[in-house]
């Protein structure tokens, strides 16, 4: 195990309620576990997303914590939240990474590896 290692799990959902396709708006939810499997406490500070939808345009949104927090987990702990992003096309696909430090100093990056938003109709 490293010393300093966080992991990220994503569940997606569309949000249908929130969305206008008429206007080519479609609305989706992520919510996001962030695990600290490494051996030091530490702390998330802030995000960055790439997010593309299916005609390639790319928005990149960057900035403190998630969803106003900046939490400290200790090894084993973990913490979760739900953020949303709109897309102009009914399928896209997100990535990125968090910042982070441990408790003695160190700094981290922990990538969030790419994952679909789509209509639940699309999926085959």
């Not at 929130?18 to 998330?44: C, H, M, W």
């Not at 949303?84 to 700094?107: I, K, N, W």
Request: charged share 20%; glycine share 8%.
């Amino acid at each position: 195990m490293a010393a300093y290692d966080f992991s990220v799990s994503v569940r997606t959902k569309y949000q249908p309620e929130q969305s206008k396709p008429d206007r080519d708006e479609y609305v989706f939810s992520y919510t996001i576990t962030i695990s600290n499997t490494g051996d030091v406490p530490a702390q998330l500070i802030s995000r960055h997303w790439v997010i593309t939808d299916a005609s390639n345009r790319v928005q990149e949104v960057a900035g403190l914590g998630v969803v106003g927090h900046q939490p400290l987990l200790k090894p084993g702990e973990q913490f979760e939240y739900t953020s949303g992003t709109s897309l102009d096309t009914p399928q896209g696909s997100m990535h990125g990474e968090y910042f982070c430090v441990a408790e003695d100093g160190h700094r981290f990056e922990v990538k969030i590896p790419e994952f679909v938003l789509t209509l639940p109709s699309m999926l085959h």
